[in-house]
């Protein structure tokens, strides 16, 4: 018998101003589309600039499974005909209540105006396509989330940025492993605390690279939660990016550095096209700012992302180090993109609840997805309530 959790949000509402894109293109006047460039302070964090001069992500696809992207004028260049996977959008992927998915693509792959106008995603000259699975308002299911997943593989996605995450179902854990299968590199969020005790399926795959979060210090964010699946952090809290009706929105939450790392990976595979998914992902793993610990640890797995070394670093294959481990001269990094054995998610057809992994502020309002998480047969029953 399959088993439906009813999904529930995780939000947190935080006041702050409307603000819109185009009141300069009317008034010439000082606004949001003007400052949001300023307040994005993930840009300076990670040297996004100067990663821009060595790749801007282009001839890569991102695909977003989520809440639709509106064709925001920050936008709407990088936007792909997509699908709704679910009623009521344009049958296109195109349109978003909510503002989630909108602020997702943004992170990615927002390609701004001229002189710092509007905001700036990690890999502007990327696509991407646009999945409406998630409802903006109402409950979902994990089937919803495989549908899109297979939408992404059949449609040319080098990558799929998943800002969610829960529990599972059979089609769920079929759609990761094609894709996987596929030479696609896959990045969930690892949760978002107190909701979130345990990290989402599917960051929780191996092969599937698993966000968590720090603050402006760039230390381990308190909402970020944290486990032994986590691969890597990045920027997690006061995050601005794109929203719908053309106006800004401001984030705290692992969908947001799930959005950053995506977009990371657009880079590397832009810059390095022959590279496999894995080594992608190897390479971001290896070259990140270790943090914490010594070595992976559990809030920042192996450490922060960094662009300018993902994209210039002498980076030996995975399993390199491992087989020359002990070996007389050898070097390099110690840390391999996917350490853990094979295995994640459930593989049964208990179908649970997805949320997003964000706290979203935005002029349209403050929203996530429902949370997934993986479970074994021994571990409690799902929560039955908002």
Known sequence: MTTLTIWFTLAILLPISTFTANSTREGGTSNEADLIRSRQWHLEYLEVPKAHKLSRGAAITVAIPDT???????????????????????????????????????????????????????????????????????????????????????????????????????RLNQAVATALASDIVIVAGAGNRPLDQLISYPASEPAVLAVGGI?????HAAISTTGPEVD???????????????????????????AIVAGAAALVRSKYPDLPASEVVHRLTATAVDKGPPGRDDEYGYGVVDLIAALTADVPPAGFESATAGAPGATGPTTAAVAEPAGGGDGGATARGLA???????????????????????DPPPRMSR
């Open 68 to 170: 639709g992207v509106d064709r925001h004028p920050d936008l709407r260049n990088n936007l792909l005909p997509g699908i709704d996977i679910l009623p009521g959008g344009d049958g296109r992927g195109q349109s978003d209540q909510n503002s989630h998915g909108t602020g997702m693509a943004g992170l990615v792959a927002a390609h701004g105006e001229s002189g710092r106008l509007g905001a700036l995603g990690i890999s502007p000259e990327a696509k991407i396509l646009p999945i409406f699975c998630s409802p903006p308002h109402a409950d979902g299911s994990p089937d919803a989330l495989a549908q899109g997943i297979e939408f992404a593989v059949s449609n040319g996605a080098d990558i799929i940025s998943i800002s969610s995450g829960g529990g599972t179902s059979s």
């Open 215 to 219: 603050d402006r210090n760039g230390n």
């Open 232 to 258: 890597i952090a990045a920027p997690a809290v006061d995050i601005y990016s794109t929203s719908i009706n053309g106006k800004y929105r401001r984030g705290t939450g692992t969908s947001d550095a799930t």
């Open 356 to 378: 997003t992994l964000g706290v979203i502020v935005a002029a349209a309002g403050a929203w996530a997805l429902v949370a997934r998480r993986r479970r074994s047969s021994d």
